[in-house]
Each structure stands twice: as structure tokens, then as C-alpha cells.
């Protein structure tokens, strides 16, 4: 079964976007507009409690290949390209998981979402000025990805940390990230023709000007 575009961007319409890199501000941002002007907020990975249940092998190998896990270690100590392909892949699965789930929110309300669904993808689905990227330097988000006190990011950390030999393993982990966050995919955003928003280390609080441009440009504000 395939939806043509224009019936997805129908039912999507109620539906705000922000994208981006690591460490850009995205999750900071959905939370903060979803706050202001009242809109359903759709966190980093929010439709995971339905893809991790009905994902199937066949349909979906790289969400699945988490199921198959006998130890974390193995997600941790994958060689850098691996880690990156799958990356993109996996959200490339689920950005089907994210998009029903987004229609089944957003009959009766406004939604704003924290996604990874692919730019090309939003360019079919999405109305322009519905989505916003947000990015970050590389630097950023691979030195200060653990940073964050997110159960998710400190429990990979005791996973490191647990290996045999975590400063190698650390460093491998890093080279992932560095090129899940190459300049390659900053283009492919800073390219991708949509509203975008730089964070800037200057060391001031931008967050509240940050939110003031993006709801000036959904149209919110």
C-alpha cells in the first residue's frame, strides 16, 4: 500500500517539524513551543513505544536488529561506519511509525515533533514553512554528547564505561558520532532549503530567541 504525498501532507497539517543535528537545541525547543501556544509535544524518539512493539524483521531489520542484542557492548563497540549506516537507516524505518503516529495526534490539534524523518522525505510531506532545522557545530555533539543527564545517553555511558577497555572503546564510539555528525549530513541539512537556525557557542542564553524566530515562521506567534 502506498499514500500518494499530498493526502500525508493533508492529514499533517496540523503538524510543525524541527530537525537537525546533535546538540542543536531541538528537544529544548519542541518543549518550550509546545508550552507557549499550547501544542502536543512529541519528544526525541516519541514513537518508539509503537515501533519497538510492532516493528517486524522483514519490514524493519535495523529497529529490529536492537531485539537481537545479547549485550549492549555490541551496540557500543560497532566500527564507526556501521554505527553510521545505521543511524539513517533506522530512522529511516521509522519515519513510517513517525508519520502515523503524527496523523493520529494531529486530527483535532496541533502538534510540534522532535524528528528524525529524513529531509527528503519532509520535503514531500511536509507544507515548507512546517519545518525548521536547527544545527549545531560537529565539535558540539560528538565532545558533549554525554554531556546530557537523559537516561538514555548516561546508560550508554555505563556501558562504556563497563567495557574491558572503555578509553578505546570510547574513542571508537566517538568516531560514530563524528561521522553521524559529518559535514556531509550538515550540508545535506543546511542544503535541504528549509528554515534553519545555527546555535551558536557564544555562552548566551538564545533559547527564548530561538523559539521567537521559529514561531514567527510557523506562523504561531
Same mark, same amino acid.
Given at each position: 500500500?502506498?499514500?500518494?504525498?499530498?493526502?500525508?501532507?493533508?492529514?499533517?497539517?496540523?503538524?510543525?517539524?524541527?530537525?537537525?543535528?546533535?546538540?542543536?537545541?531541538?528537544?529544548?525547543?519542541?518543549?518550550?513551543?509546545?508550552?507557549?501556544?499550547?501544542?502536543?509535544?512529541?519528544?526525541?524518539?516519541?514513537?518508539?513505544?509503537?515501533?519497538?512493539? $510492532? &516493528?517486524?524483521?522483514? *519490514?524493519?531489520?535495523?529497529?529490529?536488529? =536492537?531485539? %537481537? #542484542?545479547?549485550?549492549?557492548?555490541?551496540?557500543?563497540?560497532?566500527?564507526?561506519?556501521?554505527?553510521?549506516?545505521?543511524?539513517?537507516? $533506522? &530512522?529511516?524505518?521509522? *519515519?513510517?511509525?513517525?508519520?502515523?503516529? =503524527?496523523? %493520529? #495526534?494531529?486530527?483535532?490539534?496541533?502538534?510540534?515533533?522532535?524528528?528524525?524523518?529524513?529531509?527528503?522525505?519532509?520535503?514531500?510531506? $511536509?507544507?515548507?514553512?512546517?519545518?525548521?532545522?536547527?544545527?549545531?557545530?560537529?565539535?558540539?555533539?560528538?565532545?558533549?554528547?554525554?554531556?546530557?543527564?537523559?537516561?538514555?545517553?548516561?546508560?550508554?555511558?555505563?556501558?562504556?564505561?563497563?567495557?574491558?577497555?572503555?578509553?578505546?572503546?570510547?574513542?571508537?564510539?566517538?568516531?560514530?558520532?563524528?561521522?553521524?555528525?559529518?559535514?556531509?549530513?550538515?550540508?545535506?541539512?543546511?542544503?535541504?532549503?528549509?528554515?534553519?537556525?545555527?546555535?551558536?557557542?557564544?555562552?548566551?542564553?538564545?533559547?527564548?530567541?530561538?523559539?521567537?524566530?521559529?514561531?514567527?515562521?510557523?506562523?504561531?506567534?
Amino acid at each position: 500500500m502506498k499514500i500518494a504525498n499530498n493526502i500525508l501532507r493533508h492529514y499533517l497539517r496540523n503538524v510543525y517539524f524541527i530537525t537537525g543535528t546533535a546538540y542543536a537545541g531541538k528537544s529544548t525547543a519542541v518543549k518550550m513551543l509546545a508550552e507557549r501556544f499550547g501544542l502536543v509535544c512529541c519528544g526525541e524518539n516519541y514513537h518508539a513505544a509503537v515501533s519497538d512493539t $510492532a &516493528a517486524e524483521p522483514d *519490514a524493519q531489520p535495523d529497529i529490529c536488529w =536492537l531485539n %537481537s #542484542l545479547t549485550d549492549w557492548k555490541e551496540f557500543v563497540t560497532r566500527s564507526p561506519e556501521e554505527y553510521e549506516r545505521w543511524i539513517y537507516s $533506522a &530512522a529511516r524505518e521509522a *519515519a513510517e511509525f513517525e508519520v502515523a503516529e =503524527l496523523i %493520529s #495526534l494531529s486530527r483535532d490539534r496541533k502538534v510540534i515533533a522532535d524528528t528524525n524523518i529524513p529531509v527528503d522525505i519532509l520535503k514531500e510531506i $511536509a507544507d515548507r514553512n512546517h519545518v525548521a532545522v536547527m544545527l549545531s557545530p560537529q565539535s558540539k555533539s560528538v565532545e558533549r554528547f554525554f554531556d546530557r543527564n537523559d537516561p538514555e545517553k548516561q546508560f550508554l555511558l555505563s556501558v562504556i564505561e563497563s567495557c574491558d577497555n572503555p578509553q578505546a572503546v570510547m574513542e571508537n564510539y566517538r568516531r560514530g558520532l563524528a561521522r553521524i555528525n559529518s559535514q556531509k549530513h550538515y550540508d545535506e541539512y543546511a542544503n535541504s532549503g528549509f528554515f534553519t537556525v545555527v546555535r551558536e557557542d557564544t555562552g548566551k542564553d538564545t533559547r527564548e530567541e530561538v523559539c521567537d524566530l521559529i514561531a514567527k515562521y510557523f506562523g504561531l506567534a
